[in-house]
């Protein structure tokens, strides 16, 4: 009921940040009436190079909020926690982990990166999930294991990318996040990648949503709990690696767009994850635009404009959580 | 009617049996498992349910393993795991994730109006009472329109008035040709069953019609506590005296 009044309101809103990511620039004289120009196929010359420039910013943009909302989406339901998401599960640093040292070995396609970001993913999550169960698996020990892991590998990874650093310009932007050198091809490949996990979990999205029940409910209603969870983990974490090898991890979009989209959908993760997956790229489309104009000519890191943002957000959460539930 | 058949079931967890040499055929009516805590009448309940699998022996529903009847068989458990942050609509949707039609909401509604929860329609969990979740989850769980309806202690956490609904509801559904397989503590509400089973210590001590079984030296035994039997408007009532124990406790 809820969504089908929102899902209006955010496609409207999707069209709208499309047009502000190619209005918005630090070139002078491209701006709103250019990007309604390239939009219709007018315009020309320079300005239209850098309308495709843009367009392909704010289609990176939405692979990665889409991706990032996907995944912190199918964490919170499986470990049924609004607190998780692909930063606190630990599978952003575990990927940028993986991608550092994917190219410390030299130049790699998208594909070795994507499998390397997948791998360093799945396993980080994997360690944070065991450690977090020997402590009486909750809210709080998910957090505190997550949090002690990504310490551990953004160590690692600040130490490989002084080694990187030199070899490949660009290479800070990754440990930061940014869709400032993100070539098209780049785009396309983590695109599908995005879009298959995202597939993977509408698949799911029926059993996902028995999990609310309970395991033993579940079981009874005939759905392979550990099976349903284990797919789940595989996507989410491979929904945040294709974001990853594209962009760098970028934190806050997967945190902030799922607990938003169940506030307004109400909790069926079916009707939740296409509102996240939307949320999601608008954040990311709108982040960028700031990203790009905050300390123009420069550009600033992706994540440092969703920390901005997005931190007062998981405090909001935490103290809200704390009021509703206690831990 | 379902038929629910334990043959020589018994069930294991590392070296400790939890139920030993089950055997019991029921194909109809309100059945109700009762015993003390630990008895293994959840244990029963969850072989039924397919949630776990029996050690030895087999469980049975219709001929088949519990896995091949799940669409007709709604279980509900003692202790809910029902995740905070859903609404009590989220519930039914998800109880109704085998359905091949729609026709489960109007009846949700239905059940959540015959139980008094009407109002709660669109509320988080968290905002219920213990007794009011389970009420809701009850209402989901009949809305599968189950022929095999498995609840473990169906009256836990509720009022007087709530335990009577739902001791009515059981009444009717067995009674419309639905199997219930009750497990449960209400000694005096067992009086409504087909068939009792008496639980102890892992295995079947007496099953039977509630005339049959229900008899205060058997009940002493088993629970540890002196029945006594009164003469009540509609027949004989079994109500516990205060135990040895518990006098020696408050001295």
Known sequence: MRARLWAPLLTVAFFASYLLSLSVGAA???GPLEALEFMFGLSSGISRDLEVY???????????????????????YVLRNPLADPYLAGIASGALLGVTLELLRGPHGFLALYLAALGGGLLTLLAVISISSFAGFSSLSLLVAGITISYVLSGATMIVMIELGPKIPGALYW???SVAFVTWPIVLRSGVAVAASVIGLVLLARRIDTLLLGDEVAT???VRVPLVRALTFVLASAATAAVVAMAGPVGFIGLVSPWAARRLTGSSFRKALPIAIVLGSELAIVSDVIARIIIAPSEAPLTAVTSIFGAPVLALILVRSRAETSW | MVRVQFRDVSYRVRERWIVRDINIDVAEGLNVIIGPNGAGKTTLLRLVAGIILPTKGEVLIDGA??????RHVAYMPAQLSLDPLATVDDVAEAMSYDSLDGSWKQSFRR???VLGMGWASGRPLMSLSSGEQRLALMAAALSRSPRLLIVDEPLAFLDVRNQMTVMEILRELADEGVTVLAAMHEVLMVRRADKVFILSAGRLVASGQPSEVLDE???????????????????????????LQLKSFSD
């Open chain 1, 28 to 30: 002078p004289g491209v």
């Open chain 1, 54 to 76: 843009r367009l392909s910013r704010a289609v990176a943009s939405t692979v990665l909020g889409s991706g990032l909302a996907a995944s912190g989406m199918g964490l919170q």
């Open chain 1, 175 to 177: 440990l930061f996040g």
């Open chain 1, 220 to 222: 009874s209603l005939g």
């Open chain 2, 65 to 70: 393993p519990p896995s091949r009847a799940r």
């Open chain 2, 111 to 113: 059940w959540l109006e």
């Open chain 2, 217 to 243: 030296g058997l009940l002493s035994v088993v629970y540890g506590v002196r029945f006594r039997s009164y003469q009540g408007p509609d027949g004989e009532v079994l109500l516990p005296e205060s135990t």
